[in-house]
């Protein structure tokens, strides 16, 4: 079967840098999503990865391990505003999305 | 502006009436899609659409109809609606997969309570 898992709930400080896994089985791969979504918001794209290695966007970076069905969400400098739900998602040979649960992420002053 | 818009934004109905949740986006997409969003559950994929005409299943489909008949519209339709449908739906769109960004742009929402 497809399954996306990450973690449920997470907490860091302001200031600090926070690495949110997530780990996935699909049919097929055609690559591996980021978005963030503040409570009672829609989702927004944050970053997509369909090689292995880093892709670095400011404060955000995402890594993808495709032999270990594996990536990370890498913040920085957290700010308040950080304060959301991540979710993970990946696409199967159909480019069908398939979701995790979402991390949700508490930032402490 | 590039936005999906969805209407009503929050509904509280009966079980049983008949409802329509719209959905439309300005960026000339060809792939929409309708999202039910439960605690603990993340986004389940109700049904999707490739182009004008053409609809497809999600995982969820049970209990709900859309239509293309317009490539900006892609309303969703609960024609019994039952308390289990219950949730946060997202109308969402995007070039077509594989052939794009893939990058999926999520409208703002729609909050259901069947009582």
């Known amino acids: 079967g497809q399954n996306i898992d990450q973690p449920t709930e997470m907490t860091a400080t302001e200031g600090a840098i926070v690495q949110i896994n997530c780990t996935y089985q699909t049919s097929g791969f055609n690559g591996l999503f980021w978005y963030q979504q503040h409570a009672g918001e829609a989702p927004t794209f944050l970053s997509y990865n369909v090689l292995d290695g880093l892709e670095e966007k400011g404060r955000f970076s995402s890594f993808l391990s495709r032999s270990k069905g594996y990536s990370y969400l890498l913040l920085k400098e957290l700010q308040m505003k950080d304060s959301a739900s991540y979710l993970c998602?990946?696409?199967?040979?159909?480019?069908?999305?398939?979701w995790g649960a979402g991390t949700k992420l508490i930032i402490k002053p | 502006e590039a936005q999906v818009t969805q209407n009503p934004r929050y509904l509280i109905t009966v079980t049983g009436k008949k409802l329509t949740v719209t959905c439309s986006q300005n960026m000339n997409h060809e792939y929409m899609s309708w999202y039910r969003q439960d605690p603990g559950l993340g986004l389940r994929q109700i049904y999707y659409?490739?182009?004008?005409?053409?609809?497809d299943k999600g995982d969820v489909p049970e209990g709900y109809k859309v239509s293309r008949k317009e490539k900006r519209n892609f309303p969703l339709i609960l024609e019994s609606p039952s308390p289990n449908q219950t949730s946060l739906y997202f109308c969402?769109?995007?070039?077509?997969?594989?052939?794009?960004?893939?990058?999926?742009?999520f409208g703002p929402g729609t909050r259901l309570t069947v009582l």
């Open positions: 659409s490739m182009n004008v005409e053409v609809t």
């Open positions: 998602a990946g696409m199967d040979s159909n480019y069908q999305l398939i």
């Open positions: 969402a769109s995007s070039e077509i997969p594989g052939q794009g960004t893939d990058t999926q742009y």
